[in-house]
C-alpha cells in the first residue's frame, strides 16, 4: 500500500484512480495516521486496461488487476470508492471477499459526468455524492468533500482575486456562495 503497511493506524482506506495524483498525494502526506490512500488498480499497459474496462462494464470482478489493499481489507472499518466506470464490480467484489465493513462510493463529479446510481446495488454499499442537486435527484447521501479533524480551518476574510482553469462541473455556485 502506499501509505500504509499490515501496522497501520488508520481506519479509513480511500481507493483513488491514481494514488500519485495531487490530492491523495497530499491526503497521504498529512493524514496517513487517519486514512490510507491507495490506487484502485495496479498500473497496466494498454491491453490490460481495455480487459479491466470491458470487466468492469459487465459488471465482472476485476480482482486480479486489484493493487496489494485487497489483501488487507480486513484492517479497515470503511472503504472510500470514487464513482468510476472502471470500479463499478469493486463493491460487489469486497463483500464477495467477506468485508462487513461500510463501503462508501462516492461521486465527487455530477453523476451526469461519470457512471449511473442504477448501474450500482445499493445493498453492496452507501452511495454518496459531493452534488446536493444529485443527492436529491439520485437519492444519494450527501458529502461536499473530505474533512480531516487536524484540518485547521482560517476564519479571516480575504479580498483576494482568483483565477481558476478547469473544466465546468457546475461548481462555481458553491465557490461563491
Known sequence: MNNATSQTS??????????SEDIPS??????????????LYRPANTITRVIRKVLSILNLSTLHFCEKWI???ALFDMIIIHANPINRSIPKMLRKRGY??????????????????NKINRQDCELWSFSEDDCREWNLQYNSTYYFLRHKTDSTYSNKKILF??????????VFS
Open 10 to 19: 488508520a481506519k479509513v482506506l480511500m481507493l483513488w484512480p491514481d494514488a
Open 26 to 39: 497530499i491526503i497521504a502526506e498529512n493524514y496517513a495516521d487517519l486514512v490510507c490512500i491507495d490506487s
Open 71 to 73: 489483501e488487507q481489507i
Open 100 to 117: 462487513k465493513g461500510r463501503i462508501i462510493y462516492w461521486w465527487w463529479n455530477p453523476v451526469h459526468m461519470s457512471i449511473s446510481p
Open 165 to 174: 482553469c478547469g473544466p465546468c462541473r457546475c461548481r462555481v455556485s458553491d
